[in-house]
């Protein structure tokens, strides 16, 4: 999976990479999709979510840029695999938010039980981000609203990263990078991608049933 979805196609992050390699995917992916837990393509996880495909979670780690200590908000935990990924890297703080309860109960149940037990875990709207432990040094976002939410802008740290995917639910989405600089966001259109809408009151839709 690593040398052939992931190298292959530009990450170069070693850490990133480690991680990768060492974390059993297939114990995050729904037992009957097992069989495409390795595979490079999302993998439905119920509630209308998804486990981003394991090159998109690579390249979207690396793109936080992340150093010893920082502080990183992860907006919509799901399997609880981009989580697990972030702290696998072992030397980042790691916050996740997941609005759907039943996701935000089955991912605490899995890190835990893998031993992820230093993760910062909460049930909640992530477009409002996670002000009582703001501000961050980077903020990745899994499902797409349609544009940059306020809060989680407001939320970085001075040169901190924000990775999110941007674009209308079913429409052309694009992957941008807004670094906090002074105050102003410096943007970085990334190209297209597709994710999943990001869900709740600030962006008008409702979580799947």
Same mark, same amino acid.
Not at 60 to 71: A, I, N, P, R, V
Not at 133 to 138: E, G, I, L, Q, S
Not at 164 to 187: D, M, R
């Given at each position: 999976?690593?040398?052939?979805?992931? +190298?292959?196609?530009?990450?170069?992050?070693?850490? *990133?990479?480690? *991680?990768?390699?060492?974390? %059993?995917? !297939?114990?995050? *992916?729904?037992? +009957?999709?097992?069989?495409?837990?390795?595979?490079?393509?999302?993998?439905?996880?119920?509630?209308? &979510?998804?486990?981003? &495909?394991?090159?998109?979670?690579?390249?979207?780690?690396?793109?936080?840029?992340?150093?010893?200590?920082?502080?990183?908000?992860?907006?919509?935990?799901?399997?609880?695999?981009?989580?697990? @990924?972030?702290?696998?890297?072992?030397?980042?703080? @790691?916050?996740?938010?997941?609005?759907?309860?039943?996701?935000?109960?089955?991912?605490?149940?899995?890190?835990?039980?893998?031993?992820y037990l230093q993760i910062n875990l909460t &049930?909640?709207?992530?477009?409002?981000?996670?002000?009582? !432990?703001?501000?961050?040094?980077?903020?990745? @976002?899994?499902?797409?609203?349609? !544009?940059?939410?306020? %809060?989680?802008?407001?939320?970085?740290?001075?040169?901190?990263?924000?990775?999110?995917?941007?674009?209308?639910?079913?429409?052309? &989405?694009?992957?941008?990078?807004? @670094?906090?600089?002074?105050?102003?966001?410096?943007?970085?259109?990334?190209?297209?991608?597709?994710?999943? %809408?990001?869900?709740?009151?600030?962006?008008?839709?409702? %979580?799947?049933?």
């Amino acid at each position: 999976m690593v040398e052939y979805t992931i +190298e292959a196609r530009g990450v170069t992050s070693e850490d *990133v990479l480690r *991680v990768m390699r060492t974390l %059993p995917r !297939h114990a995050f *992916v729904p037992a +009957e999709h097992l069989g495409e837990a390795y595979a490079d393509h999302p993998v439905p996880i119920g509630y209308g &979510q998804t486990i981003s &495909q394991p090159y998109i979670v690579a390249w979207m780690t690396e793109l936080l840029d992340l150093k010893s200590g920082e502080k990183v908000l992860e907006i919509g935990t799901g399997s609880g695999y981009q989580a697990a @990924v972030l702290a696998g890297l072992g030397y980042v703080e @790691v916050y996740s938010i997941e609005i759907i309860s039943e996701l935000a109960e089955s991912a605490a149940a899995r890190l835990g039980a893998l031993g992820y037990l230093q993760i910062n875990l909460t &049930q909640g709207d992530g477009y409002y981000g996670w002000s009582e !432990h703001a501000p961050f040094d980077a903020i990745l @976002v899994t499902a797409a609203p349609d !544009h940059l939410p306020a %809060p989680l802008a407001s939320q970085l740290a001075e040169g901190g990263r924000l990775v999110i995917p941007i674009g209308p639910p079913g429409g052309y &989405q694009s992957l941008w990078k807004f @670094v906090n600089e002074g105050g102003e966001l410096t943007a970085y259109d990334l190209g297209g991608v597709a994710f999943a %809408p990001l869900t709740g009151e600030g962006t008008g839709l409702q %979580p799947s049933p």
